[in-house]
């Protein structure tokens, strides 16, 4: 049974890229060997993250980050079961962003400001999609969008 699951936290410290990468890392490792993909957004110290795999694995995952002192304020907003995955390839995909003045924020905010824990889950997965399209169509162009600063390829 295949599933999707998405959740907000809050980062304990500002994060840098090594910080990043270090998560990253061992996401891959870890994703790959149960086959678990996703993508992680951060922005303005939030965590944004789409996780999908069978139930089992989505569930361990997700407890086992829950549990990780690098974030807290855990805030889960869809658990769907689903047909296929949105990001098959991606053992975990990484997009950081900033929040303020940035055209796809603006969509989902009345103030201009990224604040993912008032997202409903229609919401949350309307946003992954565009900003996993955005991914998609740079990777094709290898044009980057404005709108996101950076991410990583697997
Ligand atoms: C925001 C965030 C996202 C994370 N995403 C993943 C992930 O997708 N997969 C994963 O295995 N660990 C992820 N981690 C790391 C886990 O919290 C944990 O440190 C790791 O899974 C432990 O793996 P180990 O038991 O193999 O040492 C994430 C941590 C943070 C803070």
Not at 78 to 94: A, I
Not at 96 to 123: H, I, K, T, W
Request: charge should be neutral.
């Amino acid at each position: 049974m295949l599933v999707r699951l998405i959740y907000i936290s809050y980062s304990n410290t500002e994060m840098s890229d090594e910080n990043i990468k270090q998560i990253l890392d061992k996401s891959k490792i870890n994703n790959s060997a149960k086959k678990v993909t996703g993508l992680l957004l951060y922005s303005d110290r939030y965590f944004f993250q789409c996780l999908e795999g069978e139930r089992r694995d989505v569930n361990q995952t997700y407890l086992r980050i829950a549990a990780d002192p690098r974030h807290s304020k855990c805030v889960l907003i869809d658990y769907s079961e689903v047909n296929s995955r949105l990001f098959p390839t991606w053992s975990m995909n990484f997009v950081a962003f900033s929040g303020s003045d940035n055209e796809m924020v603006l969509r989902y905010s009345e103030n201009g400001l990224f604040q993912p824990y008032d997202f409903s889950a229609g919401q949350a997965n309307a946003f992954l999609l565009e900003v996993a399209n955005a991914i998609a169509i740079s990777n094709r162009t290898e044009e980057k969008p404005k709108s996101l600063l950076a991410w990583f390829k697997d």
